[in-house]
């Protein structure tokens, strides 16, 4: 099963009834340095913030005000599996996505979320370089 179906599957039950039978590949199934539990955490938090701005890859047949308690939902999930393994830092990090994401989509400039989400994953797969809000700072 591919990370995006795991997703649908470990997410609230209520929100089943409204999954994609096969989504496909998620972004972050590749060889990208990220590790198994930290794409699923991304592929989550990702997913949340498609069902919040932008159209969702896993989900369907949702109204507004749904998209929004899902796609927290699913940032909850992300984080809470990085907390129960400790992996802090990571959760410190997906958070300043998530808050820098709704920010640059509040002021306007939405092309900025794509620089967060590849400086982020970055970030977490041990490449190195700046997270997101290192990012956002250089780009404002």
Not at 56 to 68: E, S, V
């Amino acid at each position: 099963m591919n990370l995006l179906a795991e997703v649908t599957e470990a997410a609230d039950s209520a929100l089943r009834d409204y999954a994609v039978q096969d989504p496909g590949p998620g972004r972050f199934n590749g060889s990208n340095g990220l590790g198994r539990e930290r794409a699923f955490v991304l592929e989550a938090v990702y997913e949340g913030y498609l069902l919040h701005y932008e159209t969702p890859r896993a989900f369907r047949g949702m109204d507004a005000d749904l998209r929004l308690l899902a796609g927290d939902s699913l940032y909850a999930l992300g984080l809470e599996r990085l907390a129960a393994c400790g992996d802090i830092e990571a959760v410190r990090e997906l958070s300043d996505l998530i808050s820098l994401c709704a920010f640059v989509q509040a002021e306007g400039r939405p092309e900025l979320a794509e620089e967060l989400w590849r400086a982020t994953t970055r970030a977490l797969s041990g490449d190195g370089g700046q997270g997101a809000r290192e990012t956002l700072s250089r780009a404002l």
